[in-house]
């Protein structure tokens, strides 16, 4: 199965600024998958990230709050823009590298203060 | 809305017993099953996957699928403290890359 990298693991961050997450893959995936897990609750997806192609974001999230990058087959960004509390949570990728469910990174868990 | 149902527990059984896991799904044409296990502070991992109706047993791992009823069960037996953590069933449907997950059971191994 594929391994990711992912970048920071936690950062604590001043409300109104953005914070910047990578993954980096170990083998070239189509899609990449980012997800965000809220304390106490189960994953959410925010966006299919593709490969030269504008992001696909899930009903509830937007491009101007959580604007991705996909610049390659082995690399995904995230930003997570005009950060609240309530963006306080533990941020995911992830891939489907074969038919056998997901892969993830280890996540960053993000506190906005 | 396609949902995917797990009592969120605690669970709570002494070591060396069997441990049960329960998940309902909604979407009928849910393919693909999947349990993954997440210890505090980490991301979750594969433990099992099954796309037919029976058991699938792997080591002290058994899920077993019954689509008729939507229902995907996880059995762990010899149950270790190490076993301790949180385990997210989801379900993927055909013709979609998507997976939902459900909310997640938290079981504790009592040693």
């Known amino acids: 199965s594929a391994v990711i990298s992912q970048k920071p693991s936690r950062d604590i961050c001043q409300r109104g600024t953005s914070l910047t997450i990578q993954c980096q893959v170990d083998?070239?995936?189509?899609?990449m998958f980012w997800y965000r897990q809220q304390p106490g609750q189960s994953l959410t997806l925010i966006a299919t990230?593709?490969?030269?192609?504008?992001?696909?974001?899930e009903s509830g999230f937007v491009i101007d709050k959580f604007p991705i990058s996909r610049p390659n087959l082995t690399f995904s960004t995230l930003t997570v823009s005009n950060m609240s509390p309530e963006d306080s949570s533990i941020y995911l990728c992830s891939v489907e590298a074969s038919d056998y469910g997901y892969t993830f990174g280890s996540g960053t868990r993000l506190t906005v203060v | 809305q396609k949902e995917v149902e797990q009592n969120s527990g605690p669970l709570s059984v002494p070591e060396g017993a069997i441990a049960s896991l329960n998940c309902t799904y909604s979407?009928?044409?849910?393919?693909?099953f999947f349990w993954y296990r997440q210890y505090s502070g980490k991301s979750p991992e594969l433990i099992m996957f099954i796309y037919s109706n029976g058991d699938k047993e792997d080591g002290r791992f058994t899920a077993q699928l019954n689509k008729a009823s939507q229902y995907v069960s996880l059995l762990i037996r010899d149950s270790q403290p190490s076993d301790s953590a949180t385990y997210l069933c989801a379900v993927k449907s055909s013709g979609t890359y998507k997976y939902i997950f459900g909310t997640g059971t938290r079981l504790k191994v009592l040693a």
């Open positions: 979407d009928r044409g849910s393919q693909s």
């Open positions: 990230a593709n490969q030269g192609s504008e992001a696909t974001y």
């Open positions: 083998s070239q995936v189509t899609m």
